[in-house]
């Protein structure tokens, strides 16, 4: 898991930046011969986000399913509470921050439709900052959060993964201490 978690957080990022660099040499957006741009730069942004989201939804759902898996194999085996509530430990370790990128994912996204000069928002950006300097500075800072909570939610992978590894280790002990199939 480790290595599709890591192939897809790294893609991830590579989406996310090649919309900001599409975004940053877009020029005057509201230059009929610019709207090309303006469009690719909305449909990788629009990708990027969407695959970003999966991925944390593939983490999500990697730490349901070991959870399951972990619960259900240590009431069957009587193995040590200790394997699920690590592993809660890991899962709700990670939960605070995917929701942090998902919001920032989500509001980076808004702010790029409400800076858009052709739309009919009428925002005017924020702190003093243009809609144009808004958008492109919580972009930027959503694909940092989101670099970082990925390297979180790699290492929370790994040390689960570990967990995982050793619950089988002790299923196959026990399975061979009462001559059953490993």
Not at 50 to 62: E, Q
Not at 97 to 114: E, P, Q, R, W
Request: hydrophobic residues 50%.
């Amino acid at each position: 898991m480790k290595r599709i978690f890591l192939t897809l957080a790294v893609l991830s990022q590579i989406l996310l930046i090649a919309a900001v660099v599409l975004g940053l040499n877009i020029g005057d957006a509201r230059a009929l011969e610019n709207r090309p741009a303006v469009s690719n730069h909305m449909l990788t942004a629009l990708g990027a986000l969407v695959f970003a989201l999966l991925v944390h939804a593939i983490l999500l759902t990697y730490f349901m399913g070991t959870g399951r898996w972990l619960e259900e194999t240590s009431r069957a085996y009587k193995l040590s509470p200790d394997y699920c509530r690590e592993s809660s430990r890991l899962k709700y370790g990670a939960f605070p921050g995917m929701i942090l990128c998902v919001v920032l994912l989500i509001v980076s996204g808004a702010l790029g439709a409400a800076a858009d000069p052709r739309g009919t928002s009428g925002f005017d950006g924020w702190f003093g900052f243009s809609a144009k300097q808004t958008h492109f500075l919580t972009a930027c800072a959503t694909i940092c959060v989101n670099l970082l909570i990925n390297v979180r939610e790699y290492q929370a992978i790994a040390r689960n993964g570990l967990l995982v590894h050793r619950a089988l280790s002790e299923v196959q002990r026990i399975r061979r201490e009462h001559g059953l199939p490993v």
